[in-house]
């Protein structure tokens, strides 16, 4: 069964600290996994994308790694603003689909405290 | 931010009521979406459609339906609106060849 799971439920930092979210998949076969960033009361926002051969890749503050062999993902939030406060949301795509059909995790919710 | 609309985005309606949530697009995208999410969940896929004319269910099971008469327009209707329903409605779309979806803001709708 394809599932995304993810690490912790839930974080509250201060600001200006950083921190590391975890994402385990077992969505086969692997075609790319994305990290998105969801407001309250929002939809979800694409934070970065990453396909089987990319081990990390970077966006501002935030810098995703992969490694497709342990089937692990990882989002590092670098001194963290009171705007990171959000839930970040692990997502993984099978190529088995012409849909393009996307596996979710629940998400971590992150607080960010001044 | 992607140009994709939905309305309205927040709805409390009695039970029994039927009612029609709204999500545009206009970035010519084939594929849409509907996703529907309860708090501290995953979203979980409802509907989808290829493109005009076509409408799909989606991996979880839902009594509402969906129409695609426009490639741009991606409506859902709940015929008979039960406290079940409450949820968080997530529209969604991406390009021909292209798995990026871009979400609508969503709309929280709630049953009494």
């Known amino acids: 069964k394809n599932q995304v799971e993810q690490s912790p439920q839930s974080l509250i930092i201060l600001e200006g600290k950083n921190c590391t979210l975890q994402c385990n998949y077992t969505v086969s076969p692997f075609s790319n996994l994305r990290w998105y960033k969801q407001d309250t009361g929002r939809g979800p926002v694409s934070l970065t994308i990453m396909t089987f051969s990319e081990n990390t890749k970077s966006n501002g503050r935030y810098t995703a790694t992969l490694d497709a062999d342990t089937k692990q993902s990882s989002l590092h939030i670098t001194a963290s603003q009171l705007s990171d406060s959000a839930s970040y949301i692990c997502?993984?795509?099978?190529?088995?689909?012409?849909?393009?059909?996307?596996?979710f995790g629940r998400g971590t919710q992150l607080t960010v405290w001044p | 931010e992607a140009d994709i609309y939905q309305t309205p985005r927040y709805l409390v309606i009695g039970t029994g009521k039927k009612i029609t949530l709204e999500c545009s697009q206009t970035?010519?995208?084939?594929?849409m979406y509907w996703y529907q999410q309860d708090p501290g969940m995953e979203l979980h896929l409802i509907h989808y459609?290829?493109?005009?004319?076509?409408?799909e269910k989606g991996d979880l099971s839902s009594e509402s339906t969906v129409s695609r008469i426009r490639t741009e327009h991606f409506p859902l209707t709940l015929e008979s609106a039960r406290p079940s329903h409450t949820s968080q409605y997530l529209c969604a779309s991406s390009d021909r060849g292209s798995h990026e979806q871009y979400f609508g803001p969503g709309t929280r709708l709630t049953v009494t």
């Open positions: 997502v993984v795509s099978d190529r088995g689909s012409t849909l393009g059909r996307l596996y």
């Open positions: 970035m010519g995208h084939d594929k």
């Open positions: 459609s290829y493109g005009v004319n076509s409408t």
